[in-house]
């Protein structure tokens, strides 16, 4: 089975590409398929956004497209950047540039009021129409500075006390299992084994 991801995201790519690995799942890029649309996330949830990515993709292609949408949400900045994550900092910032702005707006708040979750929706659709969207979550504390150099995005600052580590610390076996990312594509593989099972009884 083949599944096209609308996202141009690399490393999100590859962590979608690892954990769907076990499935036999065939995962293509659009970029593969020479797709450059441009989707506008004018959503106001992960999961609109998520799901318009991934419609607009497959209504292109004619493939099952699977997108998500994912970001941080600061309990103290009540819940910003959330679906603001990727332009925190602007249209072009870097991960850096935005991994900066969020330590100036939580500069001199005490640890204990850090406490912050990433989140990932994740919808997948199928040209015959069919939906699945699941979400998932991670709970941390945004640390004091960027601690590591694997991942992207906030991984360097999201700290996970129960790994005594950042996400960026993580070696790519243990994220993928325990990030947002991991948790939304964990439901979604047993959406798909499910739906896939019906599909194959009702032949």
Same mark, same amino acid.
């Given at each position: 089975? %083949?599944? *096209? /991801?609308?996202?141009?995201?690399? !490393?999100?790519?590859?962590?979608?590409?690892?954990?769907?690995?076990?499935?036999?799942v065939g995962v293509v890029s659009q =970029?593969?398929?020479?797709?450059? *649309?441009?989707?506008?996330?004018? #959503?106001?949830?992960?999961?609109?956004?998520?799901?318009?990515?991934?419609?607009?993709? &497959?209504?292109?292609?004619?493939? +099952?497209?699977?997108?998500?949408?994912?970001g941080l949400e600061v309990d103290y900045?009540? !819940?910003? $950047? !959330?679906?603001?994550?990727?332009?925190?900092?602007? =249209?072009?910032?870097?991960? %850096?540039?935005?991994?900066?702005?969020?330590?100036?707006?939580?500069?001199?708040?005490?640890?204990?009021?850090?406490?912050? @979750?990433?989140?990932?929706? *994740?919808?997948? /659709?199928?040209?015959?129409?069919?939906?699945?969207?699941?979400?998932?979550?991670?709970? #941390?504390?945004?640390?004091?500075? $960027? +601690? #590591?150099?694997? !991942?992207?995005?906030?991984? $360097?600052?999201?700290? &996970?006390?129960?790994?005594?580590?950042? &996400?960026?610390?993580?070696?790519?076996?243990? %994220?993928?299992?325990?990030?947002?990312?991991?948790?939304?594509?964990?439901?979604? @593989?047993?959406?798909?084994?499910?739906?896939?099972?019906?599909?194959?009884?009702? @032949?």
């Amino acid at each position: 089975m %083949k599944i *096209v /991801v609308a996202s141009k995201n690399k !490393g999100k790519i590859e962590e979608i590409s690892e954990i769907l690995h076990d499935m036999g799942v065939g995962v293509v890029s659009q =970029e593969q398929l020479n797709i450059r *649309v441009d989707v506008e996330e004018d #959503g106001i949830t992960f999961e609109e956004n998520a799901l318009k990515k991934a419609v607009t993709v &497959m209504q292109i292609c004619n493939e +099952v497209t699977l997108a998500d949408d994912s970001g941080l949400e600061v309990d103290y900045l009540d !819940g910003a $950047p !959330g679906i603001y994550s990727a332009r925190y900092a602007g =249209e072009n910032a870097t991960d %850096k540039d935005r991994n900066q702005k969020l330590l100036e707006a939580l500069k001199d708040v005490p640890r204990e009021e850090r406490t912050a @979750k990433f989140v990932c929706a *994740v919808a997948a /659709v199928f040209p015959n129409g069919h939906k699945i969207i699941v979400r998932g979550e991670c709970e #941390g504390i945004i640390n004091f500075e $960027p +601690v #590591g150099n694997n !991942g992207f995005g906030y991984d $360097p600052l999201f700290y &996970m006390p129960e790994y005594h580590m950042t &996400m960026a610390e993580m070696d790519e076996q243990l %994220k993928n299992k325990i990030s947002h990312r991991a948790k939304a594509l964990s439901l979604f @593989k047993k959406q798909l084994k499910k739906y896939l099972f019906s599909c194959e009884n009702f @032949k």
